[in-house]
T-cell receptor, first 113, second 115 residues
Framework: ETGVTQTPRHLVMGMTNKKSLKCEQH?????MYWYKQSAKKPLELMFV???????ENNSVPSRFSPECPNSSHLFLHLHTLQPEDSALYLC????????????FGSGTRLTVV | AQTVTQSQPEMSVQEAETVTLSCTYD???????LFWYKQPPSRQMILVIR??????QNATENRFSVNFQKAAKSFSLKISDSQLGDAAMYFC????????????FGKGTRLHILP
């Protein structure tokens, strides 16, 4: 048990589908993050939530819609994605001012067909 | 803006040997945190070791140790007695001490362990 759980582990979706990724943490952290990891590219920070409030959106297309109903849960809603959105999506959590770094989930491998 | 540079995209080491992964960073801050993360094929990013910049003593966790050179802004990771399970992507990372500072990751070094 890592403390940060992501579901599903794998997802294949068509470009017209709507799906959601889920992230849950039971570490008492108050910040949560979505990252995109594509082959041959650096980790891309997508969204940051501190105390349930979105504090950062790094120019992410609107076809990605995050939701943070409480400090333990984070969702990423997906709709009308493109094949280039295929990637590993990682969720992480931490304390807002974290000397101890982030705790990551195992990611969702997304394939858009 | 802070940056983290890992100049070795891939490295290989013989099992049981020692390997050092390089990392340099750029910051104007005097206090910050540095990390090494490991991402094995299972995909989960795992924190391997952390260093507080105000501590001169190099951090050590079992077979993993760092060489922290603050003046040179260098933070290398040494893995002793390499094992097959050490094969992974390794990310060097930096985080400032301000409340809203986020972790900045390097591009990673893929480590292969040769049996």
């Amino acid at each position: 048990e890592t403390g940060v759980t992501q579901t599903p582990r794998h997802l294949v979706m068509g470009m017209t589908n709507k799906k959601s990724l889920k992230c849950e943490q039971h570490l008492g952290h108050n910040a949560m993050y979505w990252y995109k990891q594509s082959a041959k590219k650096p980790l891309e920070l997508m969204f940051v939530y501190n105390f349930k409030e979105q504090t950062e959106n790094n120019s992410v297309p609107s076809r990605f819609s995050p939701e943070c109903p409480n400090s333990s849960h984070l969702f990423l809603h997906l709709h009308t994605l493109q094949p280039e959105d295929s990637a590993l999506y990682l969720c992480a959590s931490s304390q807002v001012s974290g000397s101890y770094g982030y705790t990551f989930g195992s990611g969702t491998r997304l394939t858009v067909v | 803006a802070q940056t983290v540079t890992q100049s070795q995209p891939e490295m290989s080491v013989q099992e049981a040997e020692t390997v050092t992964l390089s990392c340099t960073y750029d910051t104007s801050e005097s206090d910050y945190y540095l990390f090494w993360y490991k991402q094995p094929p299972s995909r989960q990013m795992i924190l391997v070791i952390r260093q507080e910049a105000y501590k001169q003593q190099n951090a050590t966790e079992n077979r993993f140790s760092v060489n922290f050179q603050k003046a040179a802004k260098s933070f290398s990771l040494k893995i002793s007695d390499s094992q097959l399970g050490d094969a992974a992507m390794y990310f060097c990372a930096y985080r400032g001490t301000d409340r809203d500072d986020k972790i900045i990751f390097g591009k990673g070094t893929r480590l292969h362990i040769l049996p």
